[in-house]
């Protein structure tokens, strides 16, 4: 699935929270906090069908690289797991070309007692206006 963090423009579903005091001496927004509430699709258009909203925040958490926690919840809203919910927290390093993994560490629903793990790549990023594509590719046991 497709996570879209769409930060610019009237239609926003990442929103800044909390910024670093000015003296900060990092190049990376370290400190920066961002609340979100972003779609979930199948395919890589923001059109594609919805299939249910990343709702949490992400934190720039490197001082020297663009790192950030992330802790969010995907709330799925079709089909068999319509209502229920897994909860993902970790590290991504933000600007990385390459797969990166973050723990599923929970979930509700059909998702109760979930464990395992999400792979992201970057699909697409606009460098000017911040908004971003990330492919997902979820693997959970659950009971």
Known sequence: MYWHDVVAGPKTTAVVVAKAPTTSKSNN???????IDDALTEGPELSSRLIGRAQGFYASAG???????????????VGKYNGSTLSIMGRDKTLSPEVREMPIVGGSGLFRFARGYVQLRTHHMNLTSGDTTI????YVFHY
């Open 63 to 77: 001082i020297h690289e663009a790192a950030t926690l992330v802790n969010m919840n995907f709330a799925f809203m």
């Open 29 to 35: 927004y370290f400190g920066g906090v961002v609340m």
């Open 135 to 138: 492919e997902y590719n979820i």
